[in-house]
């Protein structure tokens, strides 16, 4: 039987580290233990998806930070010891959310660290896509300077921004934005009341007249069984012609092959995507053959300031739990209920 811990050992996936052992980032918010001596960090040896649980096993961790490997029934299933997943960021559709539960083992995200790095990055993306700044990037390198008459590019001023899902990232970007000129956003998100929606100044409207009134749609939903295939073929049709879509979310939000299909027949403008189907995109991708098309590997809004954001978030979860404190961000709450996770919180937390 295990004994209690003589501090709080939390462990970070491999995937934050070189093959040197230092992290990659610049700050990933280990300041945060910084002068403690009740909680350590330590990383998993190797980077593996699924995380095994012998990894968290040997690594006696009693919280995990995850940046991008997927965490299944097996990794909680040697749990006694283990209280906390904390997700890098703010999916968790690589977290078996239902088995992390029935381990009693909690499960957390870092709300807010991410919004107003998606947001800018979202904006960025706006701007690049309708002055065409990959084509006109492109007639320089290629010695095709006169071409550029061809390639006119719009103003954002008295365009529209529409946004599925409106949590932190949408009203950041929507924050962002109040300064071009455009009309009031437009916001599809079955969550949203309309007094919020009045306080806020948006436009809360069905998904259909968000598709077919918006210049710009702007994806900023989670990844669940009602959103996966959200927009299709019979979505993307309701755009407007000269409209763009932007998806800085989860991939399978978006049909690709209806995607693919009305970008290539200019049945829409374009499109900016940081996140696909499938991952991580190994080889050449055909949405890199059109020019219509700017593409990220779900890594577009990093910066060393997301990182050390959502890292303090990240780390000050796991001190709040090694104190006895709920963290922000939990996403299975009821696990806090159940009589295994308690007796572990009581066992493990720092005295």
Known sequence: MSQTPKRFRVAFTGDFFAADGSTKYPDV???????????????????????????????????????????????????????????????????????????DVAVFITAGAVDR????????WMIGLCHNVRIKDDLVRTGRWDERSKYMGRDLRDRTFGAIGFGGIGRATVGLLRGFGMKPPLVFDPFLDARAADELGVRSVGLDELLAEADFVSIHCPLTDKTRGLIGAREIGL???????INTARGGIVDEDALYD???AGRIAGAA????????????????????????PHCIAWTDELFRDIGRAACQGMLDLALGRTPRGVVNPEVFDRPGFQEKWARLRCR
Request: with cysteine; proline share 4%.
């Open 29 to 103: 918010g280990l300041s945060i233990f910084d002068g403690r001596d009740d909680v350590e960090w330590v990383k998993l040896a190797e980077h593996r998806t699924p995380i095994g649980a012998d990894q968290i096993a040997d690594a006696g961790a009693q919280g995990v930070v995850v940046l991008t490997p997927a965490v299944t029934a097996e990794t909680v299933s040697q749990s006694r010891d283990l209280l906390a997943i904390g997700r890098f960021g703010v999916g968790y559709d690589a977290v078996d959310v239902a088995a992390c539960t029935a381990a």
């Open 239 to 245: 755009m407007k012609p000269d409209a763009y879509l």
């Open 273 to 296: 995507l940081d996140c696909f189907a499938e991952e991580p995109v190994v080889r050449p991708h055909r949405f890199g053959t059109l020019d219509n098309v700017l593409l990220a």
């Open 117 to 124: 790095s998606v947001a800018e990055a979202t904006v960025g």
């Open 262 to 264: 009305a970008l290539a």
